[in-house]
């Protein structure tokens, strides 16, 4: 059974940093993908970046590119979500997800369709997420 446990989130104040980790069990492949997910409340739950263990490429949502860096490191099985600059906007729940299919594969799909359905269901492995609370 694969397990995913989000830790770091907290309260920052708006242009702070936060570092978010997941740490992945149970995964019995070694190509697959790690992605971080948000969810404000009221709102959908979207994409923000995604990690192929493979090849290390990334995904990451305009939303986020050129303030979150995502990073894996493969002996500890954990992926981290470096936040600077966050804004009150970024208050969300994070969650981590292991993907069903192939790293590199969901990577690529992240970067050519927009419909949430359709990446949402490339992950079958959720975490319980980690709250980040961005104060103006």
């Known amino acids: 059974e694969v397990q995913l446990v989000e830790s770091g989130g907290g309260l920052v104040q708006a242009g702070g940093s936060l570092r978010l980790s997941c740490a992945a069990s149970?995964?019995?492949?070694?190509?697959?993908?790690i992605g971080w997910f948000r969810q404000a409340p009221g709102k959908e739950r979207e994409g923000g970046t995604c990690i192929s263990s493979s090849d290390r490429s990334t995904y990451y949502a305009d939303s986020v590119k050129g303030r979150f860096t995502i990073s894996s490191d493969a002996a500890k099985n954990t992926v981290y979500l470096q936040m600077n600059s966050l804004k009150p906007e970024d208050s969300a729940i994070y969650y981590c997800?292991?993907?069903?299919?192939?790293?590199?594969?969901?990577?690529?799909?992240?970067?050519?369709?927009?419909?949430?359905?359709?990446?949402?269901?490339?992950?079958?492995?959720w975490g319980q997420g980690t709250q980040v609370t961005v104060s103006s």
């Open positions: 149970g995964l019995n492949t070694e190509n697959y993908a």
């Open positions: 997800a292991a993907s069903k299919f192939d790293g590199r594969m969901v990577v690529t799909e992240m970067h050519t369709t927009s419909a949430r359905s359709l990446i949402f269901s490339l992950f079958g492995s």
